[in-house]
């Protein structure tokens, strides 16, 4: 028997653990560099959108392109309000329609496919005004179901419990009617229709 076989059989072991262990190290440290990235482009992406958005007259308003134009006026509002010591009485100090603007976005960002999502992300005084701010953009059928689950989520309804049968057929339905292009298209011709309220940098 070689001398120190011992040794070599604690290298022959160690090999495999060595390279799974480098292996992980590798993935982590690109799951962290991608992460990093992401992140550097979301910042990028809101400060194009704040330069973009801020002052903007309502000329440039009607040409610029739906998905930017929910965005961008979402995230004035989210800094101006982020700006604020208490942020919730801070929205409803804002106009009506700067609050139904936000709160479409909140639905475009936080729904997941399901109504129940965004009721679940989102309390007052964003997930009162959901109902009201589909309407404003003419999504009616939306509207309607997500009237149909508030009152299971609203926390000042103590008369009205969590019906899973509905809830399920409401998400179903929802997935089923939901169009991204067609929701971002209302919304940003809600806000494009309502210009003076987005226009002339008061939101900052």
């Keep these: 028997m070689p001398k120190y076989w011992y040794l070599w059989a604690l290298i022959i072991i160690l ?16 799951q962290a560099r991608l992460e ?11 400060k194009s959108l704040k330069n973009e958005f801020s002052g903007i007259s309502a000329a440039d308003l009607e ?17 101006k ?32 496919g399901t109504v129940s999502a965004f009721y679940k992300r989102n309390t007052a005084p964003v997930s009162p005004k959901a109902v009201e701010a589909l309407k ?15 009152p299971m989520y609203d926390d000042d309804n103590e008369d009205v419990s969590l019906d899973i049968e509905k ?22 011709r809600f806000i494009k229709d309502n210009a003076s309220e987005f226009t002339g940098g008061d939101l900052l």
């Design 63 to 79: 040409k610029a392109d739906d998905a930017r134009v929910l965005s961008g006026m979402a995230l004035l509002v989210d800094l």
């Design 36 to 46: 990093r990235e992401k992140t550097i482009e979301e910042l990028n992406n809101a």
């Design 136 to 150: 404003a953009a003419g999504l009616d059928d939306l509207a309607e179901l997500f009237d149909e689950l508030y």
């Design 167 to 188: 809830i399920k057929a409401a998400d179903e339905k929802f997935g089923r009617l939901f169009d991204k292009e067609e929701f971002i298209s209302s919304a940003a």
């Design 15 to 30: 090999i495999p653990i060595t390279v799974y262990v480098c292996y992980k190290a590798a993935v982590a440290s690109r």
């Design 81 to 112: 309000l982020r700006k604020e010591i208490k942020p919730k009485e801070a929205f409803e100090k804002l106009s009506e329609k700067k609050q139904l603007a936000y709160t479409l976005n909140c639905i475009l960002e936080d729904t997941d």
